[in-house]
């Protein structure tokens, strides 16, 4: 799960391609007019995000692959 600000000034758009490219299958969230701060420029639409995304992923018991 990628979550990206892309209006961040430090980890920008360009940034976040690449990790698409290294991560092909994550699930990548943008919002447009959120910075590097997601908690505070984006929280309810990250967090609903978020939520769903836990919803549907299975927890792994520990040591199990």
Known sequence: LLL???????????IRRAWQERLPRAEVH???RAGHW?????RE???VTLREWLGRTPVRAK???
């Open 4 to 14: 990206w600000g892309e209006r961040d000034w430090s980890f920008t758009p360009a």
């Open 45 to 47: 639409e990250m967090l």
């Open 38 to 42: 997601l908690f505070e420029d984006a």
């Open 63 to 65: 040591g199990r692959a």
């Open 30 to 32: 943008r919002y447009e």
